[in-house]
């Protein structure tokens, strides 16, 4: 529902109130008419009338605004009217008559027609009030409203009011004035005041006249210039020449006329470019995107003739930076030419900006190409065309867009519809299901089952991963074979949606799709239904030839997807002249195509046919000999080479791991010492690691390990439990790491087997670490977090100008200021804006460095607070650490408010300001410049007071104080 404000209503009854008081005016003629015949027949006074002269000589009569002009005596039933007041002046015009233009229009039929009917001037005014105010809220704001819209809207306000047609010419009336009054805003243009015109075209109207005033000479349009400045265009074309220069020249000097030309040609018409607008001449706007295109054509053509000519390729850069350009050259002429759907087509946008720049990109990229060899800048500045180029594709052709959407939807399609099949088995079987129930049922009886458990689901996930990576290349595979038919629907249904061009194009595409992305149901599910039985069957042989046989089925499909995918493309677009007929939007539309989930060619048993046996009595030992076969592996791989280095540290601490590990299974009730021997022995591994400095990775896992281990085994004697009720994470944990640290014993200390082992032991790492008490974690959390603080303290002074102060804010009103008088105005404030963005991140690099150095130093210190203070809060260690770090930061770069008071002068001028642009003043910019050498002092400062010893004294003493003052109690 639409509301109105209360200000149109009354603009308008203050409108009609002053028309009526119009002379010349439809509305005004009636009133007078009905109003003198009541007046002249109570015998009062008549009003005086004042001849008032207008603008251009016409003299035209008003009533006085005298308490006789009101006409009140008859409703006050005074017997007469006061005489009016007349000066000397006013006589001596008061002998003047009305021009004839105006008396003319008393004897309108309109006014002839008000004065037979008094009733006619409430119908009159009535229609008039009826059209403007439809008039107004069709136009909106008008503020807001363009030149040739507000003259519209007068037009319409004109016929309303006068009762005849708007004065039309070819003469500028109707035109919006230029000047002095258009001086005032140039985002928009002010008309010229159309009082005296509208009363000169009503009497001209009245006087049955052709002939339209002419304006005063003075109020003459000037001719329309481009809009905005004149210099950043100006830049823009020196910007284009560039490449012409640099690039151009040099190719050819080295007799690369065909390239070399064709780089100078499209250098000099995006030179042209800024100063172009809708009305230059098609040629001139469609000349950047030819030469674009003719330049892609040519080092295309090299490139492919080199290719021809050697039997290799050569240049891929070349290739594809001509392919680009050539597709860039085709939007850039789609641009120019006004043929770019949708926002991308106006030259007075920020469209117009990125077709400037898309196109300098692909003729500096197809340039730098053919300029091979590049060294490092350059071959930068190759890649960052590429990404720069892809902003002309913007202005390609609608069904472009379609048609690359429907090849990739048919390419995702490919990819789905055959992992359907692929990994059907597990949907439409109850194997899955019953390894599951079989595992289960196992792991309830053992824990230590685990193990060959493992074993058997290793191959059958590599298997399930492997059928969902042949989907992913089939189906890619699938989608690049058909791209071309789904290509053209997707095309024909953006160009013409309900045409029989768009249904043969579906036809044909729907025919591969139906009996390949699509074909489990048709064409897949009747052959596996017949192995299916097979694999649901309780026996095991019969079950696994089932399932082996519905897995080269799914082989064969796949082997099927991939051989008539390409026959059925062809066969399709042969069959489906037959099938065109009227468009149905539930088979025709892009959007009809979907890969059905409910594919199953039966019903699935809701639980297993398998018998369920009842769990043993006692559990096997053959999971427990499995466990120990895989402890003893890294025993023999790693310990033959041990021993025979015959080292007295090595040998017993190694095997002291190993033996004591595979030993594991049967300690189901041995005593807690027995059950700790792995993890001590890890422990004392991971301790010699470190101190021997050769893996220090390895030697930490161990021994964080191995204390975890030994927390393990605590934690289990406490509750009661053995090993066979435990988690078995611990074992595998335990293992991962000795085969790691056997690695280094034995002198693997990098390739394969280093690298793997200790990959393994980082993966089963967690099994232990788990184990390992709160406070450790919370201070490895406080040990990080001492990078991440002292990186954000010395980013908080490198940055301060632009989260303290109003000097990037004021930039960037200064760059809005300039861009909303030209958006050519972005290729000069580039060179502001790109200096401030690599300041930016310069600040993050020198704060992250920094920070991370000065972090290192004190995470130490960090970690033992955060764990002193979750271990024993109120402990003297934990207010003593907790000072030390408070107070050597505080001194150092956590001393922010020391730099706030340095440059808290300084402030209040970094935020000054152009009152009309936003630019910063030269005072803020002197400002900034100082505010630069105090921070680069606080850096000094914070840096010595951290590397010397003078933060960690003053840390000391804080934290002795804390230490000596105790825990400080919060007031109730």
């Known amino acids: 529902m639409t509301t109105f404000s209360i200000r149109r209503p009354l603009s308008a009854a203050v409108s009609f109130s002053l028309i009526l008081a119009c002379p010349g005016l439809a509305p005004y003629a009636a009133a007078q008419s009905i109003r003198s015949a009541p007046a002249a027949s109570a015998n009062t006074a008549a009003p005086a009338m004042s001849p008032i002269t207008g603008a251009q000589g016409a003299s035209f009569s008003i009533p006085s605004l005298m308490p006789s002009a009101l006409s009140l005596t008859s409703s006050l039933g005074a017997p007469s009217a006061p005489a009016p007041l007349m000066t000397p002046a006013a006589a001596a015009v008061k002998a003047l008559t009305a021009p004839a233009p105006l008396a003319a229009a008393s004897a309108s039929p309109l006014v002839q027609a008000a004065a037979a009917r008094p009733a006619a001037l409430s119908r009159t005014v009535s229609a008039a009030a009826k059209t403007t105010f439809t008039s107004l809220e069709k136009a909106g704001p008008i503020k807001n409203a363009s030149a040739s819209s507000a003259s519209g809207l007068g037009q319409e306000l004109e016929n309303a009011l006068t009762g ?43 006087a049955h006249s052709d002939k339209i005033p002419a304006p005063p000479a003075d109020m003459t349009p000037a001719p329309r210039s481009p809009k905005g400045p004149f210099w950043p265009r100006l830049l823009s074309a020196g910007l284009a020449l560039a490449p012409a220069v640099f690039l151009g020249l040099p190719l050819l000097a080295a007799s690369a006329w065909l390239v070399g030309g064709l780089v100078m040609a499209t250098s000099l018409t995006l030179a042209v470019m800024p100063f172009l607008s809708e009305s230059s001449p098609k040629i001139l706007r469609a000349a950047p995107g030819v030469t674009l295109a003719a330049l892609g054509f040519a080092v295309a053509g090299v490139s492919l003739s080199l290719s021809i000519g050697l039997g290799v390729a050569v240049a891929p850069a070349l290739a594809w930076s001509g392919a680009l350009a050539i597709i860039g050259g085709w939007g850039l002429t789609r641009y120019g030419l006004g043929k770019t759907e949708g926002r991308y087509g106006s030259y007075g946008s920020i469209e117009t900006l990125s077709a400037f720049f898309g196109g300098l990109a692909a003729m500096t990229g197809v340039a730098l190409a053919a300029s091979t060899p590049l060294g490092w800048t350059a071959s930068a500045l190759l890649w960052l065309s590429y990404p720069l180029s892809a902003l002309l594709w913007f202005h390609l052709p609608g069904w472009i867009g379609k048609g690359m959407t429907a090849a990739i939807e048919g390419a995702w399609h490919g990819v789905l519809g055959l992992s359907r099949v692929l990994t059907a088995i597990h949907r439409d079987t109850v194997l899955l299901d019953r390894l599951e129930k079989f595992s289960e049922r196992h792991w309830n009886a053992s824990k230590w089952n685990a193990v060959w458990l493992a074993v058997m689901w290793t191959p059958i996930m590599l298997a399930e991963a492997a059928m969902y990576a042949l989907s992913a290349a089939g189906g890619l595979v699938v989608g690049a074979v058909t791209a071309p038919v789904n290509f053209l629907w997707g095309a024909s249904a953006k160009l013409w949606p309900e045409s029989r061009l768009n249904v043969y194009f579906a036809e044909a595409a729907r025919f591969v799709f139906d009996n390949v992305q699509n074909g489990k149901i048709r064409r897949f599910n009747p052959l596996e239904a017949k192995l299916i039985p097979l694999a649901n069957s309780p026996k095991f042989l019969v079950s696994a030839a089932g399932s082996l046989g519905i897995r080269a089925l799914q082989l064969g499909w796949l082997g099927y997807s991939l051989i008539a995918a390409p026959l059925l493309s062809v066969a399709g677009l042969m069959f489906a002249f037959g099938r065109v007929g009227a468009y149905d939007s539930k088979r025709h539309s892009t959007r009809s195509l979907r890969i059905s989930r409910d594919d199953s060619p039966s019903e699935k048993p809701e639980a297993p046919t398998q018998p369920k046996p009842g769990p043993p009595a006692k559990a096997s030992i053959a999971p427990k000999l499995i466990a120990v076969a895989l402890a003893l592996v890294p025993a023999c791989f790693f310990g033959l080479p041990i021993l025979a280095g015959h080292s007295l540290i090595q040998i017993p601490l190694y095997f002291g791991l190993v033996l004591p590990l595979a030993a594991m299974p049967f300690m189901g009730k041995a005593p807690v010492w027995v059950k700790s021997l792995a993890g001590r022995a890890l422990f004392y591994n991971g301790l010699v690691l470190l101190l021997n400095g050769s893996a220090i ?68 790492s967690p099994f232990l670490l788990m184990h390992l008490p709160s406070w450790v974690w919370e201070g490895a959390l406080g040990f990080l977090k001492s990078f991440s603080r002292s990186i954000k303290a010395f980013h908080d002074v490198a940055g301060f100008w632009h989260s303290d102060t109003e000097f990037r804010s004021n930039l960037r009103k200064h760059a809005s200021y300039w861009l909303g008088k030209t958006y050519w105005n972005g290729v000069w404030l580039s060179a502001i804006w790109v200096p401030v963005g690599l300041i930016q991140a310069a600040e993050f690099l020198v704060s992250a460095a920094l920070g991370a150095a000065i972090g290192l130093l004190r995470a130490p210190f960090a970690f033992a607070a955060a764990a002193f203070r979750e271990a024993k809060p109120d402990s003297k260690a934990a207010l003593f650490t907790r000072g030390l770090l408070d107070g050597w930061k505080s001194s150092s770069d956590g001393s922010k408010k020391l730099f706030d008071r340095l440059v808290s002068g300084l402030k209040p001028a970094m935020n000054e300001a152009s009152p009309v642009t936003g630019r910063p003043t030269a005072k803020a910019a002197g400002a900034f410049l100082l505010a630069r050498f105090v921070q680069l002092a606080w850096f000094i400062g914070a840096l010595a007071m951290s590397l010397s010893v003078i933060s960690l004294l003053i840390g000391l003493y804080r934290g002795v104080s804390a230490a000596l003052a105790g825990p400080q109690k919060s007031e109730a």
């Open 697 to 764: 990775w390895v030697g930490l896992i161990a021994l964080l390990g191995g204390w975890g281990f030994g927390r393990w085994v605590k934690k289990t004697s406490e509750k009661g439990g053995s090993f066979d009720e435990a988690e078995l994470g611990a074992f595998f944990g335990a293992l991962g790491a000795s085969a790691a640290v056997g690695a280094v014993w034995a002198g693997f200390l990098g390739g394969w087997i280093g690298w793997g082992t200790l990959a393994l032991a980082a993966a089963t």
């Open 164 to 206: 005849a047609a708007a004065a039309k010419s070819d003469s500028d009336m109707t035109v919006p004035a230029f000047g002095d009054w258009a001086a005032l805003n140039e985002s928009r243009q002010l008309a010229r005041p159309a009082g005296d015109l509208i009363a000169q075209a009503a009497a001209a109207y009245a």
